[in-house]
Each structure stands twice: as C-alpha cells, then as structure tokens.
Antibody, heavy 118, light 112 residues
Framework: QVQLVESGGGVVQPGGSLRLSCATSGFTFSTYGMQWVRQAPGKGLEWVALIRHDVTTKYYADSVKGRFTVSRDNSKNTLYLQMNSLRTEDTAVYYC???????????WGQGTMVTVSS | DIVMTQSPLSLPVTPGEPASISCRSSQSLLSSNGNNYLDWYVQKPGQSPQLLISLGSTRASGVPDRFSGSGSGTDFTLKITRVEAEDVGVYYCMQALQTPLTFGGGTKVEIK
C-alpha cells in the first residue's frame, strides 16, 4: 500500500535552513503529483507547495514563495522541501501527500515537526 | 484565492445520532468536466489527516458507508448517518480546483 515517510525535521534558529525528505513506496512515484501541507501547533491545515509528476511544474503558497523549494527525485521515489530563511511562523508539522488523479485525493505521511526558535 | 468556510466550528454529538457539516467556497468548485473539486478529510486525535470523500461525493476506500458527501458548486455537506465513538476528530474540507489549494478551518466532532 501507499507509504510516505517524512524526515528531516528539527529545531532551527530564525533565518536558518532545513531540508525535509519524504520517502515513498507502494505506488509508481514518477506518475503522481506530490504536495507539502503543514499544520502549526493547535491550528488547521495549510497547503505549502505542490510539484507535478513532470518535475518541472511547481506551485507555492505566497507565505513560502521565494524561501521554500519543492523538488523530487523520481529515481529515488523521494520528495523534498528545501526551507530557507525560516521564520518562527514556519513552526509546524509538515506532511507530504500524494495526489490522486487530480490535485487532491491525498494520501498522507505521518508528518515531521519543524520548530523555528531562538 | 478560494476561501473555504466550514460550520459549525464544534459539533457535540450523541452516539447513534446523525451529524452534518457544511462547507462553502467563495468560488464554484464545479469544473467544466462535471467534477466538483472538493475533498473531505478527518484528522483523528494524534494522527495524520486521512481522506474520507473525494470529488464532493466519492467515498474513499475503506470509509464506512455511514459517511456521505453531497453538494455542488459552492455548497457542500458531509453527513454521518449514525455517529460512532471512533468518529471523533477534526473534519476539514479542501478545494482542489486551483492553487493555492485551500482548507476550511475545521469542524471538531466530539461525543457528548
């Protein structure tokens, strides 16, 4: 079955960088779009970024545009999120999600916690 | 951006009784292909979100038939015919028509 395992979270100072990974299995990774969604402590869900199966098409939330970069390695079945210039408001659990036949119908990972604090 | 508005914010329910959650979008989610790009997710305590309903009314694999989704355009409803204790959690609607994808604020379902 579909498995998504995020890693790379941790504590980082404001202005710092972090790279999240999402290792996948159970489906043909190269044929599906992938997403990042985050959830600040005690808050709701916020979409962060998506990358289509073709690798080149990417979209970002305004709140992270210019600071975060989504990428994927279809040979390694892995999704990435490079996060630069981190702010305290980026503190959240970051989930990776697999698209269905459209930009939705998500299958979710278990999430990885990112804490931005001095 | 499409704004998603859910109500109520909190929904105390008695086991065995029905429950209903409303989700409204600021723009129509009905595409020219006839699909409504509206998903429902539930996040149970301490867990990741999980898909309940896709395209407004299609139950995901393994979801009990007491859950149903309906609506079109800008007005959608998630119904639980008979709430069970395991249904507690926060329910979110999400529009998948255009970026940025946007979620409703969530409805917390709890047992009375």
């Amino acid at each position: 079955q579909v498995q998504l395992v995020e890693s790379g979270g941790g504590v980082v100072q404001p202005g710092g960088s972090l790279r999240l990974s999402c290792a996948t299995s159970g489906f043909t990774f190269s044929t599906y779009g992938m997403q990042w969604v985050r959830q600040a402590p005690g808050k709701g869900l916020e979409w962060v970024a998506l990358i289509r199966h073709d690798v080149t098409t990417k979209y970002y939330a305004d709140s992270v545009k210019g600071r975060f970069t989504v990428s994927r390695d279809n040979s390694k079945n892995t999704l990435y999120l490079q996060m630069n210039s981190l702010r305290t408001e980026d503190t959240a659990v970051y989930y990776c999600a697999k698209d269905g036949p459209y930009w939705g119908d998500f299958s979710w990972g278990q999430g990885t916690m990112v804490t931005v604090s001095s | 951006d499409i704004v998603m508005t859910q109500s109520p914010l909190s929904l105390p329910v008695t086991p065995g009784e029905p429950a209903s959650i409303s989700c409204r979008s600021s723009q129509s989610l009905l595409s020219s292909n006839g699909n409504n790009y509206l998903d429902w997710y539930v996040q149970k305590p301490g867990q990741s979100p999980q898909l309940l309903i896709s395209l407004g009314s299609t139950r995901a694999s393994g979801v009990p038939d007491r859950f149903s989704g309906s609506g079109s355009g800008t007005d959608f409803t998630l119904k639980i015919t008979r709430v069970e204790a395991e249904d507690v959690g926060v329910y979110y609607c999400m529009q998948a028509l255009q970026t940025p994808l946007t979620f409703g604020g969530g409805t917390k379902v709890e047992i009375k």
